[in-house]
């Protein structure tokens, strides 16, 4: 299969979600199938949905994958798996979340699997970290940049640098 561009978020608000994040990124970037070539610094965000919790740290990573989408989300969940993650409940607190938010150009809508997120134009935890990476991305015809611009004021803030693969 030839290599498709991809964009995932992660995000974690239990442990040391920072070393988490990275180890999810190092597992990600390991796997056959999938290459991250880079992500974005990570960024301290407000819970959403559920705001009694801690807050979380978010980054979004880009790269390629030759796996189909079903098989990236598999990974994904296997990877969070491996990092502790549990079920909880809807927007509360986790060890680690991976989330595909592009897969090249492709819409996807099935009961398993929504690419993009019907939501994630409006979501700042997302925008920010992505506009770092992929500025020029569109979804549903707009700039990841200008979406990410909407959130200007946003109390979201950069508390380390971007992850590097192998570092």
């Known amino acids: 299969m030839t290599p498709v561009p991809i964009t995932l978020g992660t995000g974690a608000n239990i442990g040391d979600a920072q070393a988490t994040i990275a180890r999810a990124l190092d597992r990600l970037h390991a796997d056959d199938g999938i290459a991250i070539d880079r992500a974005s ?35 994904g969940k296997r990877i969070e798996a491996e990092l502790g993650r549990t079920a909880t409940f809807r927007w509360g607190p986790r060890v680690i979340d991976i989330d595909i938010l592009t897969y090249g150009d492709e819409t996807i809508g099935d009961p398993d699997l929504i690419i993009p997120h019907k939501e994630l134009l409006n979501r700042a935890f997302v925008l920010i970290p992505l506009a770092t990476i992929r500025p020029d991305l569109r979804i549903a015809g707009e700039r990841v940049a200008d979406a990410a611009a909407r959130f200007a004021d946003d109390p979201i803030r950069e508390v380390a640098p971007a992850w590097v693969p192998g570092g």
């Open 41 to 75: 610094p990570f960024f301290a965000t407000p819970p959403w949905g559920f705001e009694d919790q801690d807050w979380f740290v978010n980054v979004c990573a880009a790269g390629t994958t030759t796996l189909a989408p079903h098989d990236l989300l598999a990974a």
